[in-house]
């Protein structure tokens, strides 16, 4: 079975500070992760995604994230926040062993206070 | 290129009533979900669409949700009859194809049930 689980439900920033907001998956085979980002009012929109690739992967905006398997982890971070990154943060497993699941997290919060 | 579309983008009924939304799914994408969001939750995955072919449909209430994916292009998701509980907001996402491919997401519909 295969789970994603967020850390936290709020985050809070000042602006230009760095952003970290943790992920950590369970999942029988390796999976492909996802993080993706909700604006008030507006659709989902893909932010970065790692497919078995290189372990490091950058996104749009200036963020990034590791996949790190020993820690079953896929942070996502960002040296400096701006304003227009607060926001509802998704982070997402896929999981295609035999069948196709895919599992969203319960969502983080991030708040930026200029 | 033309994103997913979806509507009506809100609707408000009574409990016991029916109620259907629609999708239209990027042109060319073979894979389409319907998720559900609740109010401070991520959004749960109801059912995939590969084609006209059902992939998941594992979390649908099928007592009372119905969906179905005519020629494999738009998609329409029932529900008969409504309860509290089904107040969300309904998203429609699209794929390529099935895996690990960014989902395009619909603005989605709120569903208001009273």
């Known amino acids: 079975a295969q789970s994603v689980t967020q850390l936290d439900s709020h985050v809070s920033v000042s602006e230009g500070t760095p952003v970290l907001l943790r992920c950590n998956y369970s999942s029988s085979y390796s999976p492909s992760l996802f993080w993706y980002v909700q604006h008030p009012n507006k659709g989902l929109q893909l932010l970065l995604k790692?497919?078995?690739?290189?372990?490091l992967v950058k996104g749009i905006n200036g963020f990034e994230a590791e996949f790190k398997k020993s820690e079953t982890s896929f942070h996502l971070t960002k040296p400096s926040a701006h304003m227009s990154d607060a926001a509802e943060y998704f982070c997402v497993v896929f999981y295609s062993g035999g069948y196709q699941k895919v599992t969203f997290g319960t969502g983080t919060k991030l708040q930026v206070i200029p | 290129e033309a994103g997913v579309a979806q509507s009506p983008r809100y609707k408000i009924i009574e409990k016991r009533q029916s109620v259907a939304f629609w999708c239209n799914p990027i042109s060319g994408h073979a894979t389409l979900y319907w998720y559900q969001q609740i109010l401070g939750q991520g959004p749960k995955l109801l059912i995939q669409?590969?084609?006209?072919?059902?992939?998941?449909d594992s979390q649908l209430p099928k007592d009372r949700f119905s969906a179905e994916r005519l020629k494999g292009v738009d998609s329409t998701l029932k529900i008969q009859p409504a309860k509290l509980e089904d107040s969300a907001v309904y998203l429609c996402a699209s794929s390529l194809s099935s895996g690990s491919y960014e989902q395009y997401f619909g603005p989605g519909t709120r569903l208001t049930v009273t």
């Open positions: 790692y497919t078995s690739a290189a372990t």
């Open positions: 669409f590969q084609n006209n072919g059902v992939v998941d």
